[in-house]
């Protein structure tokens, strides 16, 4: 018996040997992140769905959650202004099944994919501090900066080190700032004041930022992984276009393997716009 579609959750060292089984048999997959190890065994699991014509989708669940597609919208409608700074946190208590990969490929992975969605642009430098304090063999902790090619500057704060669990996601701009709580799916708006409603001009600059109202949006929540996972089925379907490609798990991978590389070689990588 042959399935549709399957999901895929294996270690990250096996992605490529399970899926490229997975797609000989000629069967959609969804792929968890990351899309696999290394850039070279992702461009093999791509090019084997593109030559088996099998729908690939790579499991960047953050997409789905309800509190991010609501700021990716209002961001892609002009709310904010112009996006000044993209600032992200995600921490908590050190996971022991980890084993083969690093905080950055497991964790940073996700934020490096939202930067990149909700922005629509690219990420073309990155610079990274990078520490093992607990792993024993790999990055358990990160500050990252990054330079977007639409001129956003971001951050990331990420580690396996804090005894909470912490996924937020600031997005500040010429009217105020945005904030996303992950976990529960919330979206706030914190306004600048001064910010007038169709302009930033030179006065406005000179006058400065202040604080104004605070807005919590009601947003209808739902499980993402229930999201993702009907989101994959209506593209298997063909009823949608593949919501995460193959492509944007490569460059989500290739992203963060160049942050992991910063912070090894204590120096800034540039990226192909």
């Given at each position: 018996l042959k399935p549709d579609a399957v999901t895929i959750a294996v270690p990250t060292e096996?992605?490529?040997e399970v899926a490229l089984a997975v797609i000989e048999r000629g069967i959609h997959l969804l792929l968890e992140k990351p899309i696999a190890r290394s850039v070279d065994e992702a461009e093999q699991i791509i090019a084997a769905a593109q030559k088996a014509n099998v729908r690939l989708m790579v499991g960047h669940i953050e997409r789905f959650n309800p509190a991010v597609?609501?700021?990716?919208?209002?961001?892609?409608?002009?709310?904010?202004?112009?996006?000044f700074e993209i600032d992200a946190r995600r921490q908590s208590p050190f996971p022991t099944r980890v084993q083969d990969v690093g905080v950055v490929v497991d964790l940073a992975v996700h934020d490096l994919d939202i930067m990149r969605y909700i922005s629509q642009s690219e990420i073309t430098r990155v610079f990274a501090e990078t520490a093992r304090r607990i792993h024993p063999s790999h990055e358990d902790m990160l500050?990252?900066?990054?330079r977007l090619d639409n001129g956003v500057v971001g951050?990331?704060?990420?580690?396996?080190?804090t005894p909470t669990k912490i996924r937020e996601l600031y997005v500040t701009g010429e009217k105020g700032m945005y904030r996303v709580d992950y976990l529960t799916q919330d979206l706030y708006f914190f306004e600048n004041a001064i910010a007038q409603k169709d302009a930033w001009d030179t006065l406005t600059i000179m006058r400065g930022v202040t604080m104004g109202q605070m807005i919590r949006y009601v947003i209808p929540k739902k499980e993402p992984l229930r999201a993702e996972l009907e989101a994959f089925i209506a593209a298997v379907k063909g009823e949608i276009p593949v919501p995460?490609?193959?492509?944007?798990?490569?460059?989500a991978l290739s992203l963060a393997l160049a942050v992991v590389q910063s912070g090894q070689e204590n120096r800034p990588v540039a990226l192909a716009s």
């Open positions: 096996h992605h490529l597609m609501a700021l990716k919208q209002r961001l892609t409608d002009g709310e904010l202004g112009r996006v500050s990252g900066l990054l951050s990331l704060t990420i580690n396996w080190l995460v490609t193959g492509q944007d798990g490569l460059k």
